[in-house]
């Protein structure tokens, strides 16, 4: 899944799924951190949130748009886009997947109780609910977002700390979908995930981006490929096999975004 981020993001995501069909699919939404962008656009907010609406219409129907996202909240980068639009257009987005019925792939950052208070009246409307990507919160706020019926995905970012770790043991299979959210989020040697890196098998050669070829990574950059770590390292905490985890997250997925296959 590629992630839009604001509009144009959008597009390119959707340009990508159109490229490689069956491969890649895109998200469709303006992130928190772009949230003053719906100020700023010529025509203003309105005429934003029409061209949103129009390419997450066209772009399911195509089969190209399987979520709406990424969208929510961020407070610790207010610097980026203060709090009065973060809530004025996470609640004008989720009116719009609401209105497109898409499942959601949310962002929350030290806002769990507005988060919460805006999202759970409308999830009824949303059979498929979303995913919490890239999750970082508490104990008690990964059981709120379970008990609203939500998934919860994991990356590195979710795996910093010990207290992830007892996070993320607690995270139900059910509920349990993995990511990388490359270029960002890998697990890094200062992180306390990594120790149960040891025995995991190897991630194809990184390389300085002007000797890329195919079948290496890009070196500093976070990729697909490294999700098989990810699934290794939850497989360790929670003293199960990769296979159970990969199987879970799978299902998972399918069940929520389709990505072409049959739940």
């Given at each position: 899944?590629?992630?839009g981020s604001d509009l144009e993001e959008s597009r390119r995501?959707?340009?990508?799924?159109?490229?490689?069909?069956g491969f890649c699919y895109a998200t469709v939404g303006v992130?928190?951190?772009?949230?003053?962008?719906?100020?700023?656009?010529?025509?203003?907010?309105?005429?934003?949130?029409?061209?949103?609406?129009?390419?997450?219409?066209?772009?399911?129907?195509?089969?190209?748009?399987?979520?709406?996202?990424?969208?929510?909240?961020?407070?610790?980068?207010?610097?980026?886009?203060?709090?009065?639009?973060?809530?004025?257009?996470?609640?004008?987005?989720?009116?719009?997947?609401?209105?497109?019925?898409?499942?959601?792939?949310?962002?929350?950052?030290?806002?769990?109780?507005?988060?919460?208070?805006?999202?759970?009246?409308?999830?009824?409307?949303?059979?498929?609910?979303?995913?919490?990507?890239?999750?970082?919160?508490?104990?008690?706020?990964?059981?709120?977002?379970?008990?609203?019926?939500?998934?919860?995905g994991v990356n590195g970012c979710s795996l910093k700390t010990?207290?992830?770790?007892?996070?993320?043991?607690?995270?139900?299979?059910?509920?349990?979908?993995?990511?990388?959210?490359?270029?960002?989020?890998?697990?890094?040697?200062?992180?306390?995930?990594?120790?149960?890196?040891?025995?995991?098998?190897?991630?194809?050669?990184?390389?300085?981006?002007?000797?890329?070829?195919?079948?290496?990574?890009?070196?500093?950059?976070?990729?697909?490929?490294?999700?098989?770590?990810?699934?290794?390292?939850?497989?360790?905490?929670?003293?199960?096999?990769?296979?159970?985890?990969?199987?879970?997250?799978?299902?998972?997925?399918?069940?929520?975004?389709?990505?072409?296959?049959?739940?």
């Amino acid at each position: 899944m590629v992630t839009g981020s604001d509009l144009e993001e959008s597009r390119r995501a959707l340009q990508l799924a159109h490229d490689y069909p069956g491969f890649c699919y895109a998200t469709v939404g303006v992130h928190p951190c772009q949230a003053k962008m719906f100020d700023e656009y010529p025509g203003g907010p309105s005429k934003m949130l029409e061209e949103l609406r129009t390419l997450a219409l066209q772009s399911k129907e195509n089969g190209q748009a399987v979520a709406f996202g990424e969208i929510g909240l961020d407070y610790d980068r207010l610097f980026l886009s203060a709090k009065e639009p973060q809530l004025k257009y996470f609640e004008a987005q989720l009116d719009l997947a609401v209105e497109i019925q898409l499942p959601l792939f949310l962002h929350s950052r030290a806002a769990s109780e507005d988060f919460e208070k805006l999202l759970g009246p409308r999830l009824a409307k949303l059979p498929k609910r979303g995913l919490v990507h890239s999750f970082t919160g508490t104990l008690e706020e990964m059981e709120r977002m379970v008990a609203l019926g939500l998934d919860i995905g994991v990356n590195g970012c979710s795996l910093k700390t010990e207290e992830n770790l007892e996070v993320v043991k607690a995270i139900p299979l059910e509920r349990l979908q993995i990511e990388t959210d490359g270029p960002w989020c890998e697990i890094r040697p200062s992180h306390a995930s990594s120790k149960y890196l040891k025995g995991a098998p190897e991630l194809p050669k990184a390389v300085k981006k002007e000797k890329w070829q195919k079948g290496l990574m890009v070196k500093g950059r976070n990729e697909p490929a490294a999700i098989a770590h990810v699934a290794y390292v939850i497989a360790q905490i929670k003293g199960i096999t990769v296979e159970e985890v990969c199987e879970a997250a799978w299902n998972n997925s399918i069940k929520m975004f389709g990505l072409g296959e049959d739940a």
